[in-house]
Structure formats: structure tokens, C-alpha cells
């Protein structure tokens, strides 16, 4: 959970000791392990550098510098996409539509610039201010029209994907001539985009862990009724939170067009979107709100990566790949849930 | 449920009423109160919540407000703390009127309140629940040291025996949860302190704990509380004043050393009698 999270060591240590932990050598081996217990990204982290050790002794292509960009490059969008799902998780909700605010957001500046005119800052301004758009009328369809996040962004998803489809007739097009310019720190430098993902986690972490916006959504998700009695404005935070998510969905949707150099009606869509969602779920978010990180959703997404091009490297049919993702999805779900009972049997009366 | 008006009974201000002694004395020691609820009513769709609302508390006052399940209590809570607004009537707070439009604003305004479900978020610690909505912040960021430490010495003031304010409140018992959440509003400037069945569930040790904070609270003398209640013996011991919603209406208003366990009991059974010969007629 996100208080958990953010502890300093010497509060982690101020919490009741757990019966049992011993001094001596077994006794620090039971600390590490209730540590592991207490901040969820420790779990994972120790998984993502298993993974790394594994395919770097498997197949030593793994640490290679094209390797480590190509890695990067499937690591950023996911952990961008994730950093919204996490606080719509967070505060109790979903949004199935951020893969097709991806793949609209580089199309509408596209024709922004090439059928309108619009300079070319001012288009991925206007691009990116789409996303926000989106993500307010996810907001509105769910907080005042009572419509479920779940089936409310399905809804919403589809009807991005026809307009997307339908403005483009499903040819794939060039990015703008005078756009070129400012891609290169969008997405087109080799390590553009991960410098944008580590950026944003770190900003989005304090922002979860450390401000009232971050306690608030906490709030929200853990205890909706008795966030709103003690006067938080949930509809505030909900709003606020897939406005977040859109955003973040059409700035990964022209990073991903400038990386490629070629806007595409095929790309984003839902396969981004679930595995932001797997991301978040294996760094240790709970889909039933309350808790969450963005450093785990983070590492959850160096996870799937990994596995995906260690797979990869190592010769490994990438068929079977799906069956590895789903179980360690089942996993860290299995893993939260034993692990939040583990914590709540430790009342300390 | 709708609730029939009980024969001759009218609203408190009004001709005197048959049970009880909420006439033209109790609207005269009204004013001058810090809280003043005059003719207030809340209809939900067919469901008449409320019929006449009339009631007032003093500076530094414990008032009790008891009735039965479906008397309306809860809703005048909700009223009094700005969570729903009501639908005729006016709420005065030192004789001047109010229109509370939400719960952010009535604590503005010094009315807080404690809710039956404790408005706490189990997934948050001890000391970010007691701040929620009134955190420290140094600029954008929370300013955590600061929160823990003045929780830490609320709590050690109240005296509940709580090794860590870092934990999540979902570990807590009952009684350690409600002290947290009444140490929450006492802390927050408030005029009026509203504790919506703050015994209930609880067992007798932790009910001691929570008495003690309210005869602290007492003591202090600048607070005015309500007490919703179900245990008559409870809230005699701990009130001035007590009051009893029945139907939608105060129909009793005493002082609390005026009046007995006995008597209240008396005037609920005679209330289900009532409902009883009402049942019987119309079958």
C-alpha cells in the first residue's frame, strides 16, 4: 500500500514488531522477510532483478546497450499508460479507453498540422489536451451518470477507436514534416521515452505518496462514503484522476508515433492498456481500490518486458508468452490478497 | 416509512403537547442557544423523514437525542452537519441563520461531526485519518512529521493506548477506531460536536473510554455536543438534556437529571401500544 511504501526505515521499524523475529542471523533473514511483506515494491523489485540476473546468464545479449534501449522502449509506454491506472485503480476505478486516446492523439495532431495548419507545438498541445478531454468525459459518463469506469470507458473506447478509424480510413500516415523538429525529445531519441516514464513515475509517486491529491485518492478508493462524510470531493478526484490517465494515453500515443516515425492506425488499442493494468497489478495495486503504488506499477512493467524479450533473446517462441504473463498476474494477485490478510491479522490490540 | 402524527402532538413552539413539556418553556430557553433547528422536514420520495424538526443546544451542552430505529435521527444528523440539505425549516448557529451546503462547509462553520460508520479509511494510518481534509502540508507536499507528531500527543491527551499512530487503522479495535474519529472532530475548531451512536458495538470497556473522552470533552466547557443514542441508561449518565425523536418530531425535551430511564421507557411503550391499536383498527 502507499504507506507503507513511502516509510522511512526507521518507521518501518517503529511498527509493532512481529512476533517471533528473533536477533541473531535467522533473525535478520525474518526481517528482510517482513519487510518484503510490509512495502510491496520490494516483491517485485527482487523478481525484476531475478529476471535480469536469469536472461543476462542465459543469453548475455540481455545487458547490451541496444538490448537495454529495446527493453526501455517496451518498458516506457506500459509504466506511462500505468502511472493513470494506478490512481484510477487507486480511487476504485478503470479505463479500458486509454489505448485508443493512443492511437488517436498522433492522428489528430497529424491533422492539426497537415489539413488546419496549427503549428506544430500547438497541435501536441491540443493532441495532448484531447487526452484530457477524454479522460473528463470518462469522468462525467461515470461520476454524474452513474455509469460504471468498467463499461463506461468500453463504451467511450469503441467510439475513439471508429472516430480514429473513420477520420483516418484506417491508412497509416507520416508525421508532419514540421513536426519532426520537436519529436526528438518526444520519442524519436533512443532514450526519450524512458527518460519521460522514470520522470513522470518519480513525479506521480510523490504525488500518490505525498500530497493531499495522492492521501485523498487513497481515501476515495479505500472508503468512498467515509471519504466523502469527512469532506473529501470524491467526484474531484475521480475527475481529476482520468483526466490523468487520458493525458497520459495521448502523450505515450505520439511518443510511440514519433519512436516509430509513423502514425498508425494499429497501434495502442487495449493490448497497452492491460498490460499497464498487469503492470500496476504485479507492482502491487489492488484492483479493489485503496492501494497502490506507481514505483511497482513501474517495475510490474520492467517485468513483462523483460520477460517478453529475454524470451525473445533466448530463442523461446513468444506463443507461450501469455501463459507466463497470466500466471504471474494470478501470482501477484494471489500475493496481495495473502499478504493484506497477513497484515490485518496483526492488529495491535 | 411513513410516519403517522401522533394524535393532538404538535410541534415543539406550539400549543402545549400531550406527553411532554416541549411547549412555550422549552422555545423560550431556545434562545440565546448556540444551535437552533427550527421547523426543519426532509421528505425521501413517499418516505417522510422528518415532520417538524424544532430543537436547540447550548454553549458547552451535552444534549441527547434518542429514539427508535426509523424516528428519524440519522437524517437530522445528516441535516445538522451539512451532508444533505433539509427541505423547509432553518438551522441557526448563534442566532444567525445558516444554509449549510456541504460537510466541508458546516465545519467551516464549527459543526462537526462523528459518523456511526466513522467515516475512517481503513487503509490509511492512524494519523493521515485523524488529519483527512485538514492535512499539513509544506507547500504541495504533506508534512508528515508534523501530522504524526500532533496526533501522537491528541492521542496520548485522550489516553487511548496506542503503541504507533503508523499504523493502518484497519488494525485497531472499535473502541480505539471511535476514539480516533471523536478526537478528530474535537481537534478541528469545532463549535458543535454531532457523535452519531458513538457506544454503539462496543463493548464496556471500550464504551468507558469513549465516556471518559465526552466527560473530558464536558469539562472543558466550550463545546457543545449532541449525542445520538439507543441506550436510555448511557445517555442519562452522560447528558444534560435529553430529547426524543419519534416520527419525525422531539416529542420530550428534560433535563436530564429530571428524568429516568423509567420514564423514556414508559413513553416507548407507549408508542408501540399506540402502533399496536393503530394496526388492530385497520385490520
Sequence with gaps: MSETAERAPDEVAALPPTPGLGGGPWGAVKRVGAVLAQQREATVFVVAVLLVIYFWRTAPAFLTKDNIVNISQITAPVAIIAIGEVFLLVCGEIDLSVGFIFAFSPFLMHYLIDYYGVPAVLAVLLSLLMGVTAGFVNGFITVALRVPSFIATLGTGFILFGIMLTTSNAYPANIPAKAQGIGHWIGTYAWAEITWAIVLVAIFQIVLSRTRWGLHTVAVGGNILGAAEAGVNVAKIKYGNFMLTGFMGALVGLQEAFRTNSIDPSSGGYTPMFYAIAGAVIGGTALAGGSGTVIGAFLGAFVLSALQDGFNLIGISANPLPIIFGAAILVAMIANVQLSRLRRAGRTT | ?283
Design chain 2, 1 to 283: 416509512m411513513t410516519a403517522p402524527e401522533p394524535d393532538g402532538q404538535s410541534p415543539v413552539g406550539g400549543p402545549a403537547a400531550g406527553q411532554s413539556p416541549v411547549g412555550s418553556a422549552a422555545a423560550a430557553a431556545a434562545e440565546g442557544s448556540l444551535l437552533q433547528v427550527e421547523h426543519v422536514a426532509k421528505r425521501f420520495g413517499a418516505v417522510t423523514a422528518l415532520v417538524d424538526i424544532n430543537l436547540h443546544v447550548h454553549r458547552g451542552e451535552v444534549l441527547g437525542l434518542l429514539g427508535d430505529n426509523g424516528a428519524g435521527k440519522s437524517t437530522l444528523l445528516k441535516i445538522l452537519c451539512g451532508f444533505q440539505p433539509p427541505d423547509t425549516g432553518r438551522i441557526l448557529l448563534d442566532g444567525q441563520e445558516v444554509h449549510l451546503k456541504s460537510v466541508d462547509h458546516a465545519r467551516s462553520l464549527g459543526i462537526d461531526v462523528v459518523y456511526q460508520d466513522l467515516a475512517l479509511i481503513d487503509e490509511l494510518t492512524v494519523y493521515h485519518n485523524m488529519f483527512l481534509r485538514r492535512e499539513k502540508v509544506i507547500g504541495p507536499l504533506l508534512n508528515n512529521r508534523a501530522m504524526r507528531k500532533i496526533a501522537r500527543e491528541r492521542l496520548d491527551a485522550i489516553g487511548i493506548g496506542l503503541k504507533s499512530v503508523d499504523v493502518p487503522v484497519a488494525r485497531l479495535s472499535g473502541g480505539q477506531r471511535q476514539a480516533i474519529a471523536v478526537a478528530r472532530a474535537v481537534y478541528s475548531d469545532a463549535k458543535v460536536l454531532l457523535l452519531d451512536e458513538p457506544l454503539a458495538a462496543m463493548g464496556a470497556k471500550e464504551a468507558a473510554l469513549i465516556l471518559d473522552l465526552i466527560r473530558d470533552l464536558k469539562q472543558k466547557g466550550d463545546l457543545s455536543i449532541i449525542i445520538v443514542a439507543h441506550n436510555y441508561g448511557q445517555a442519562i449518565e452522560i447528558c444534560d438534556r435529553i430529547n426524543l425523536l419519534q416520527h419525525g418530531e422531539i416529542t420530550f425535551n428534560k433535563l436530564a437529571k429530571d428524568t429516568s430511564v423509567q420514564e423514556l421507557n414508559d413513553i416507548v411503550i407507549e408508542e408501540y401500544r399506540r402502533a399496536l391499536l393503530e394496526r388492530q383498527k385497520s385490520a
